[in-house]
């Protein structure tokens, strides 16, 4: 369920991947029945980090505009896959094996209402399962959310343009997606197999702790990388993740990132 989107995939059309980055701007993908990809496309687009939201709108429209203009898509009955950046994560713990899923959620939604950015945009949750011991006597779920309004601004405008907002999905889960299509986490996405995922941007970096495909611990780092110079950052990042890799037991560490200001390669060396 982790992996699934936020929204359910239906009808028919050209099938287009098109995700929202603060460090590329605007992306777009297109493939064929195989799921291979046709073409690809990219723009920039300004992403508010404060805000977690996209700046404006408009801009998101033209940009959009220019990406199915650039491949030659016509967007007419497309079907649009869009993933944005994570907005929140969290975990909920403590909670009676007897509430029904209805209960859960308005638990998810009131932990969001206390969050910033949460306090003034009616959030869009998704909730799962943690995997849990086998003599737990309480419930604990991992949640996300999306701001709704964002979701119902993006699908008028694909309507507008007479596309259809297929399903939506934030980074973390596109990330995982990704890793598990791609075969390079094939191994540490094996049953029972226990592995750490880092994904650094710009505001810090998120740590995953993983039995398999399954999220057992989160952590997430706020980290002002833009402050930093040269290899002041990797130091940064280093120091920083010494507690979270030190209580998350894990056979490998795979290091996801999504900002030009951090290597990957050079963080995992």
Known sequence: MALNSLLSGFGGGSEVYVTVSPACGLEMIEVDKGGNVKSYAQTPLDYNEAQREIASYDDFKTALTTLFQTRNINP?????????????????????????????????????????????????????????????????????????????KIREILASMGATLASVECSLFADLKALARTGIAADQMQEGHSWSLMIVNNSGFQMLGLQGKRILEFYEEPLPLKSYEGEEIYAAIENAAQIALMSTPSSSLLVISETDLVSAEILAS
């Open 76 to 152: 007419n009955k497309a079907l649009v896959h869009l993933s944005l950046p994570t907005v929140w994560f969290g975990l909920k713990e403590g909670l009676p094996l007897l509430l029904d899923d209805s209960a859960i959620t308005n638990i998810v939604i009131g932990e969001l209402e206390q969050t910033f950015i949460f306090k003034r945009k009616e959030p869009l949750p998704r909730w799962f399962d943690a995997l849990a011991s086998t003599n737990s006597d309480s419930r604990s779920v991992f949640y996300t959310a999306i701001q709704a309004d964002a979701v119902q």
